[in-house]
Antibody, heavy 119, light 111 residues
Framework: QITLKESGPTLVKPTQTLTLTCTFS??????????VGWIRQPPGKALEWLAL???????FYSPSLKSRLTITKDTSKNQVVLTMTNLDPVDTATYYC???????????WGQGTLVTVSS | QSALTQPPSASGSPGQSVTISCTGT?????????VSWYQQHPGKAPKLMIY???KRPSGVPDRFSGSKSGNTASLTVSGLQAEDEADYYC???????????FGGGTKVTVL
């Protein structure tokens, strides 16, 4: 069974840096073709893709957020970490991580973690 | 504003069919057969329903089907059931620069 779970702070102040961890089981991020991505969803709004990292350490970022994002992996710990700098209240959202078995899909998704940016 | 355009809402009575469109460009939907669809119930994580335009993951009912014509992909839910009431999002691979794009979501209501 493949599972993913996001963890990190629930409240962050404006201008601070957010660090989220995705801990997964049931698959290996050293397997060819496999990736893990981050997607967020502001309350009542649509999904927005943020970043992807693949088994070979290839990394891809949303063009609109690229300057603020860093994605890394720790294969031995089965973890993927997303860092977002200079938080703003508009970054308030539920942040999901998901497995990317091929370029075609995200499956499955973690349960998500709500991050609120407020002073 | 989302990269892919979906109607905000769609509805149908139990047993009927509903089709949701997802319009992109030749750089995403039209350029690759890598369109996927996700179902999201309130307060829950999205669930993959269709990938590579028309493939269904194991466990997804065959009432769900996908297709594509040009820059527009479609998801059809046949034989609507109460549990199909949810938000549906399309997504597409968008090449090595934009990489992944999502639609704005469609709320499906079962009347």
């Amino acid at each position: 069974q493949i599972t993913l779970k996001e963890s990190g702070p629930t409240l962050v102040k404006p201008t601070q840096t957010l660090t989220l961890t995705c801990t997964f089981s049931g698959f290996s991020l050293s397997s060819s073709g496999v990736g893990v991505g981050w997607i967020r969803q502001p309350p009542g709004k649509a999904l927005e893709w943020l970043a992807l990292i693949y088994y070979n350490d290839d990394k891809f970022y949303s063009p609109s957020l690229k300057s603020r994002l860093t994605i890394t992996k720790d294969t031995s710990k089965n973890q993927v970490v997303l860092t977002m700098t200079n938080l703003d209240p508009v970054d308030t959202a539920t942040y999901y991580c998901a497995r990317r078995p091929t370029r075609a899909r995200f499956d499955p998704w973690g349960q998500g973690t709500l991050v609120t940016v407020s002073s | 504003q989302s990269a892919l355009t979906q109607p905000p809402s769609a509805s149908g009575s139990p047993g009927q069919s509903v089709t949701i469109s997802c319009t992109g460009t030749s750089s995403d939907v039209g350029g690759y057969n890598y369109v996927s669809w996700y179902q999201q119930h309130p307060g829950k994580a999205p669930k993959l329903m269709i990938y590579e335009v028309s493939k269904r993951p194991s466990g997804v009912p065959d009432r769900f089907s996908g297709s594509k014509s040009g820059n527009t992909a479609s998801l059809t839910v046949s034989g609507l059931q109460a549990e199909d009431e949810a938000d549906y999002y399309c997504s597409s691979y968008a090449g090595s620069n934009n990489y992944v794009v999502f639609g704005g979501g469609t709320k499906v209501t079962v009347l």
